[in-house]
């Protein structure tokens, strides 16, 4: 099992920035890929960004050159750790933001979601 813990979310104007964390814990060392996907009001949860335990990322064409993920893993995998710096905020990205792992034998997990808001 793999417990995720977002922090980071908040209340920003557009062209702000903020930084979502996301730490893993419990059996981290099953972890490949982590994400960050949003789910607004009324719509579908989308993907926003994941990158591979080898670094790999790969992005939704919205937040292309606005958004960095970044991972932290620790030698011994004590700590595992993804981060998603979000620059040049819009108000179409308000949205709750969930941190995703994805284990070896691919079981996804989930954390809670952390809200953004993004005022015009």
């Known amino acids: 099992q793999v417990q995720l813990v977002e922090s980071g979310g908040g209340l920003v104007q557009a062209g702000g920035s903020l930084r979502l964390s996301c730490a893993a814990s419990?059996?981290?060392?099953?972890?490949?890929?982590m994400g960050w996907y949003r789910q607004a009001p009324g719509k579908q949860r989308e993907l926003v960004a994941t990158?591979?335990?080898?670094?790999?990322?790969?992005?939704?064409?919205s937040v292309k050159g606005r958004f960095t993920i970044s991972r932290d893993i620790s030698r011994d995998n004590a700590k595992n750790t993804v981060y998603l710096r979000m620059n040049s905020l819009k108000p179409e990205d308000t949205a709750v933001y969930y941190c995703?792992?994805?284990?070896?034998?691919?079981?996804?997990?989930w954390g809670q979601g952390t809200q953004v808001t993004v005022s015009s």
């Open positions: 995703n792992a994805d284990s070896l034998i691919s079981v996804s997990y």
């Open positions: 419990g059996s981290i060392f099953s972890i490949n890929s």
């Open positions: 990158i591979t335990r080898g670094g790999r990322t790969n992005y939704a064409d």
